[in-house]
Nanobody
Framework: QVRLVESGGGLVQPGGSLRLSCAASGNIFSINTMAWYRQAPGESRRLVAAVDSVGNTNYVDSVKGRFTISRDNAKNTGYLQMNSLKPEDTAVYYC??????????????????WGQGTQVTVSS
């Protein structure tokens, strides 16, 4: 089965940095878009950044210039480098991927997958 596993969350002081990773496993044929969302307490899940299969990126305005999304297609892994972190960045961060995979002789195209989430806390 296909899984997305995040890592790299934790507690950091304001102004600090963290790097999140999202590793996709399974018999993956291709990954279209990889994205990071976040959900703060009492709020809905919102898009933070996304990168498509050829490296085009987009960011929510509040993280532009501070966060960088990237991917390593050979490793089926995505990253979110977060610098100059602020308390308002505190949230559970979720990896999302639109990907295609094969199980035995069946092909599944453009399926939407989520990771389990990783907590990021920015506090002094």
């Amino acid at each position: 089965q296909v899984r997305l596993v995040e890592s790299g969350g934790g507690l950091v002081q304001p102004g600090g940095s963290l790097r999140l990773s999202c590793a996709a496993s399974g018999n993956i044929f291709s990954i279209n878009t990889m994205a990071w969302y976040r959900q703060a307490p009492g709020e809905s899940r919102r898009l933070v950044a996304a990168v498509d299969s050829v490296g085009n990126t987009n960011y929510v305005d509040s993280v532009k210039g501070r966060f960088t999304i990237s991917r390593d297609n050979a490793k089926n892994t995505g990253y979110l480098q977060m610098n100059s972190l602020k308390p308002e960045d505190t949230a559970v961060y979720y990896c999302n991927a639109i990907l295609s995979y094969q199980i035995e002789d069946r092909f599944y195209g453009n399926q939407n997958y989520w990771g389990q989430g990783t907590q990021v806390t920015v506090s002094s």
